[in-house]
T-cell receptor, first 111, second 113 residues
Framework: GEDVEQSLFLSVREGDSSVINCTYT??????LYWYKQEPGAGLQLLTY?????DMKQDQRLTVLLNKKDKHLSLRIADTQTGDSAIYFC???????????FGKGTTLSVSS | NAGVTQTPKFRVLKTGQSMTLLCAQD?????MYWYRQDPGMGLRLIHY???????AKGEVPDGYNVSRLKKQNFLLGLESAAPSQTSVYFC????????????FGEGSRLTVL
């Protein structure tokens, strides 16, 4: 079945770049997604990338996709304390009817 | 604009008790989902629905039942609660899974003693 793997923790200093990595199993997923969860809240879609793209940039966010290795990464430039949150990688299930999420990476930003 | 509303936000149950979590969305979305979030386990899909009157099992459906009698509501039931069902439950809805944008509620924290 589908599986999405992420490292659990990342700690950076304010102003540095953060890179969160993810590996996935289902190569048929049309899109791959990054969601953000702030403390005490539900998840919100942060960005997504179409599976035939290698890179997508959106302001401070850069998503890189390596389809051959089934590896997805999210780079946050000039990381701020407000970026402290849990970041989830997600892909669609084989039926295309639901999203399968990774375990989430907790990003801690210190000033 | 309420979006996705979950009721209740907190609940404590004793083992063996039953309860229902209610999810309501006002965006006319076809797809609705129930996930549970546990430390170190991320989000796991319990059940989902692709339209009114339809439901399907996700990754961890055992011990839960769901109903989607009205398009805007998706109910998650626990018939006989167990301590292993202590978790934070999230409901989400989506207009189209093609875009992958799920709208989440704020979560319901359930403790089973």
């Amino acid at each position: 079945g589908e599986d999405v793997e992420q490292s659990l923790f990342l700690s950076v200093r304010e102003g540095d770049s953060s890179v969160i990595n993810c590996t996935y199993t289902d190569s048929s997923s049309t899109y791959l997604y990054w969601y953000k969860q702030e403390p005490g809240a539900g998840l919100q879609l942060l960005t997504y990338i179409f599976s035939n793209m290698d890179m997508k940039q959106d302001q401070r966010l850069t998503v890189l996709l390596n389809k051959k290795d089934k590896h997805l990464s999210l780079r946050i430039a000039d990381t701020q304390t407000g970026d402290s949150a849990i970041y989830f990688c997600a892909e669609s299930n084989q039926a295309g009817t639901a999203l399968i999420f990774g375990k989430g990476t907790t990003l801690s930003v210190s000033s | 604009n309420a979006g996705v509303t979950q009721t209740p936000k907190f609940r404590v149950l004793k083992t063996g008790q039953s309860m229902t979590l209610l999810c309501a969305q006002d965006m006319n979305h076809e797809y609705m989902y129930w996930y549970r979030q546990d430390p170190g386990m991320g989000l796991r899909l319990i059940h989902y629905s692709v339209g009114e009157g339809t439901t399907a099992k996700g990754e961890v459906p055992d011990g839960y039942n769901v109903s989607r009698l009205k398009k805007q509501n998706f109910l998650l039931g626990l018939e006989s609660a167990a301590p292993s069902q202590t978790s934070v439950y999230f409901c989400a809805s989506s207009y189209s899974l093609f875009t992958g944008e799920l709208f989440f509620g704020e979560g319901s924290r359930l403790t089973v003693l």
